[in-house]
């Protein structure tokens, strides 16, 4: 299956890209899309730990499964005050 992944704030800048398209066997969960992400950018390993991810506009976890032709984004986490 293929995912268009979606990497924004300081994500973008540690990949070196702000849009990547990731092909997965079907079956995947943004767990797996997380492990393949760091393993091609190793810059992001721990990075990908404390983010929201959203998959066509809905939040999603680790353990949630990936469906062809998602849109995953990564956004970093953001405080206030």
Same mark, same amino acid.
């Given at each position: =299956?293929?995912?268009? %992944?979606?990497?924004?704030? /300081? #994500?973008?800048?540690?990949?070196?890209?702000?849009? #990547?398209?990731?092909?997965?066997?079907? $079956?995947?969960?943004? $767990?797996?899309?997380?492990?393949?992400?760091?393993?091609? /950018?190793?810059?992001?390993?721990? /990075?990908?730990?404390? %983010? =929201? =991810? &959203? =998959?066509?506009?809905?939040? &999603? #976890?680790?353990?949630?499964?990936?469906?062809?032709?998602?849109? &995953?984004?990564?956004?970093?986490? &953001?405080?206030?005050?």
């Amino acid at each position: =299956m293929n995912i268009k %992944v979606t990497l924004y704030y /300081h #994500l973008k800048e540690k990949a070196g890209t702000g849009s #990547l398209d990731i092909a997965l066997p079907d $079956r995947s969960t943004i $767990r797996d899309l997380k492990n393949i992400l760091e393993s091609q /950018h190793p810059a992001l390993k721990t /990075h990908l730990d404390n %983010v =929201m =991810m &959203v =998959m066509d506009k809905k939040i &999603v #976890l680790d353990e949630d499964f990936l469906m062809d032709n998602a849109e &995953v984004a990564f956004l970093t986490p &953001v405080g206030g005050g």
